[in-house]
Nanobody, 117 residues
């Protein structure tokens, strides 16, 4: 199995920045795609950004040009650099990993991001 551990959430004012980290351990050879997902209260979980092992990235339209995903395959880590944060970015952010984009087989425990106006 694969274990995912997120860190880096918190409270920030609108316009600010935060950096989220995800570290994978265990049977990491099972992972092709790593991604960040978020779930706001009363809403469905949505894909924020993803990165394949070969480096192909994908972003939700709502975060393009504000968020950047990066991945270190050797260290089995993934970073989400978030800038120009908006109150609507407030959510629990989850690290997900698996074989197919948008369909994680493994999840982290989630980290809260709160953006105040």
């Amino acid at each position: 199995q694969v274990q995912l551990a997120e860190s880096g959430g918190g409270l920030v004012q609108a316009g600010g920045s935060l950096r989220l980290s995800c570290a994978a351990s265990g049977r990491v050879f099972l992972i092709n795609v790593m991604g960040w997902y978020r779930q706001a209260p009363g809403k469905q979980r949505e894909l924020v950004a993803s990165s394949t092992r070969s480096g192909i990235t994908n972003y939700a339209d709502s975060v393009k040009d504000r968020f950047t995903i990066s991945r270190d395959n050797a260290m089995n880590t993934m970073i989400l650099q978030m800038s120009s944060l908006k109150p609507e970015d407030t959510a629990v952010y989850y690290c997900g990993a698996g074989l197919i984009v948008g369909s994680p087989d493994y999840w982290g425990q989630g980290t809260q991001v709160t953006v105040s106006s």
